[in-house]
């Protein structure tokens, strides 16, 4: 059992936090959306994918699934942080990272003993260099792997 904060509660970041709870780790999904966050604790299930509901349900009442905006308490929890935050377009044709960025930033700032870092956000190559630079800016010490786990799986 891994104590696990999932950054972003989209589409990527509900699946996997769902999955990952359901195989017995303990999950908490995280999001700056707070009305969002509102309707996940509600027990509403936002998006819909086969089987989603029930196996977000199962692990909700097992006490292994949990919604919240406390990204400093989450971050400082967790053994293990999952960045599923956006990367849209921009008009340039190039990818906004600046949803990436700043949820390096918030590790950097919140954490407080060795994390993995797992990206799940589609970026660039390099970006693991980068998140690990914008972690070490923020918190000199900061004791941290970053890992690539880009999602592949596509919407339902
Ligand atoms: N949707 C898909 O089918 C799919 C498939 C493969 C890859 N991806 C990639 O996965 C990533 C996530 O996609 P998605 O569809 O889940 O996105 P999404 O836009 O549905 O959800 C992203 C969530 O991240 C939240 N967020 C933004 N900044 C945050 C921060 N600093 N801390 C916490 N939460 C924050 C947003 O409020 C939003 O709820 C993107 O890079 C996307 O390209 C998506």
């Known amino acids: 059992m891994k104590r696990i904060c999932v950054m972003g509660t989209g589409y990527v970041g509900l699946v996997s936090g769902a999955c990952l709870a359901d195989f017995g ?5 995280v999001d700056i959306d707070a009305p969002r966050i509102e309707r996940l604790r509600g027990g509403e299930v936002p998006i819909y994918e086969p089987g989603l509901e ?3 349900g199962r692990n909700r009442d097992r006490g292994r699934l949990s919604f919240s905006t406390d990204i400093a308490f989450a971050i400082k929890s967790c053994e293990i942080v999952f960045i599923c935050v956006g990367t849209p377009s921009l008009p340039t044709g190039e990818v906004d990272m600046s949803y990436v960025h700043a949820a390096a930033r918030s590790i950097g700032q919140y954490m407080e003993d060795y994390k993995i870092v797992v990206n799940k956000s589609t970026v660039p190559v390099g970006t693991g260099d980068e998140v690990g630079a914008i972690i070490a800016e923020v918190r ?4 941290i792997d970053v890992v690539s786990n880009p999602e592949f ?3 339902g």
Do not use: H, Q, Y
């Open 25 to 29: 780790n303990a999950v908490v999904c």
């Open 54 to 56: 029930e196996l977000m």
């Open 140 to 143: 000199p010490d900061a004791d």
């Open 153 to 155: 799986l596509r919407e």
